[in-house]
């Protein structure tokens, strides 16, 4: 097994289209650098040199490396390589075909409900998923929760009744 195995041809994707309904949360002048079978992508900061991890499932955008060469050394880790190329999750679907524009994804998110453990991975088209999934994230992110008034001030729970 290699990264190509791993990953899906991106350079043939528009990337505009892929990053328009995460704007909000990625900064500007990020080129890709792979994108996984699951639908996560390695980024560029073209700026800073820094490589970047976007987890669409998760919504959250993670520095990876500070540059490029650490993130070579960081691709040589095995546990890194199953942690962030969703190894467990894929492991069933490895030696499926891959159509050009698709990735595997859950039908339903965790956050909505679906589970890794329980819902299988699905071949859904690469900018459906982004745009579904960027847009999720940026609604979820504009929720205000309140905090329970019941809470004790310093506890991050509220007290059971």
């Known amino acids: 097994m290699n990264l190509n195995d791993l990953t899906i041809r991106s350079e043939n994707l528009d990337t505009e289209r892929l990053t ?3 704007r909000w949360l990625l900064p ?3 080129e890709f650098l792979m994108i996984t079978r699951c639908a996560d992508a390695f980024l560029l900061d073209s700026g800073s040199g ?3 991890f976007l987890d ?3 919504g959250e955008l993670e520095l990876i490396a500070d540059d490029f060469n650490q993130f070579k050394a960081l ?3 095995p546990d890194f390589v199953t942690d962030y190329f969703s190894l467990g999750l894929l492991a069933p679907a490895l030696d499926d075909p891959m159509p050009e524009g698709a990735v595997f994804a859950l039908a339903t998110p ?3 409900g679906g589970s890794p453990e329980t819902d299988p991975l699905e071949l859904v088209d690469i900018y459906e998923y982004f745009d579904r999934m960027g847009t999720l994230w940026q609604q979820l992110s504009q ?3 309140e905090p329970d008034s019941d809470a004790d001030p310093g506890s991050d729970t ?3 009744t």
């Open 20 to 22: 328009r309904n995460w």
């Open 28 to 30: 500007a002048g990020l």
């Open 50 to 52: 820094r490589v970047l």
């Open 56 to 58: 669409a499932q998760d």
């Open 75 to 77: 691709l040589g880790d």
């Open 110 to 112: 965790p956050v909505l």
């Open 143 to 145: 929720i205000d929760i």
């Open 158 to 160: 509220a007290e059971p």
